[in-house]
């Protein structure tokens, strides 16, 4: 079975920093773009950021909110991926989900989510 | 940025009835190679994403028939033939043309 499984999660302080993991169970993770995705409670999902494959030079692209604070990195070796989060804020308070794009199918396989909360 | 317009937000449909959720884009999403570039999924309780529709028309593997996407100008529509129990949750309408990839509001939808 293909999956993707999370790790990293947990509670910070403003300010602070988190990374998350994100492992490939069952397929490469090479040949795939990597997309994360948020949801804060009760609301709906925001994209937040993508890296490509090797092919495409493993180019990122941020939502305007986290670019600068957020990192996405890959290690096709170990069939993981990761979301580097610095300078926390309240607002970043969400459930964070990995997702795959093989293309030229959409996001097929997602991970279970994390949960990130950042409160003083 | 592209923006997603999703109706209605709530949908109370009897099983057995058909059921429809309007998405529309601020421009369009067709891709240089001729596809439009509109995904739908479903988040079930608890669950994350899971993905029905790609690419404006496709089901994705292990979706009932009774799921149709569907395109006119830079309005979406994605439909159900006949609800069942198991379709209740928030469906989202997304668009990958590109970046940032922007999401509908979400339309729940939910047994009557």
């Known amino acids: 079975e293909e999956q993707l499984v999370q790790s990293g999660g947990g509670l910070v302080q403003p300010g602070e920093s988190l990374k998350l993991s994100c492992a490939a169970s069952?397929?490469?993770?090479?040949?795939?773009?990597i997309h994360w995705v948020r949801q804060a409670s009760g609301k709906g999902l925001e994209w937040i950021g993508r890296?490509?494959?090797?092919?495409?030079?493993?180019?990122?692209a941020y939502i305007s909110s986290v670019l600068g604070r957020f990192t996405l990195s890959r290690d096709d070796s170990k069939n993981t991926a990761f979301l580097k989060m610095d300078s926390l804020r309240t607002e970043d308070t969400a459930v964070y989900y990995c997702?795959?794009?093989?293309?030229?199918?959409?996001?097929?396989?997602w991970g279970q989510g994390t949960v990130v909360a950042v409160s003083s | 940025d592209i923006v997603m317009t999703q109706s209605p937000l709530s949908l109370p449909v009897t099983p057995g009835e058909p059921a429809s959720i309007s998405c529309r884009s601020s421009?369009?999403?067709?891709?240089?190679?001729?596809?439009?570039?509109l995904d739908w999924y479903v988040q079930k309780p608890g669950q994350p994403p899971q993905l029905v529709i790609h690419?404006?028309?496709n089901r994705a593997s292990g979706v009932p028939d009774r799921f149709s996407g569907s395109r006119s100008g830079t309005d979406f529509t994605l439909k159900i033939s006949r609800v069942e129990a198991d379709d209740v949750g928030v469906y989202y309408c997304?668009?990958?043309?590109?970046?940032?990839?922007?999401f509908g509001q979400g339309t729940r939808l939910e047994i009557k």
């Open positions: 997702t795959r794009r093989p293309h030229p199918m959409s996001f097929d396989v």
């Open positions: 069952g397929f490469s993770l090479s040949g795939s773009d």
């Open positions: 890296i490509k494959t090797k092919d495409e030079n493993y180019v990122t």
């Open positions: 421009q369009s999403l067709l891709h240089g190679n001729g596809a439009y570039y």
């Open positions: 690419l404006t028309s």
């Open positions: 997304m668009q990958i043309l590109q970046t940032p990839v922007t």
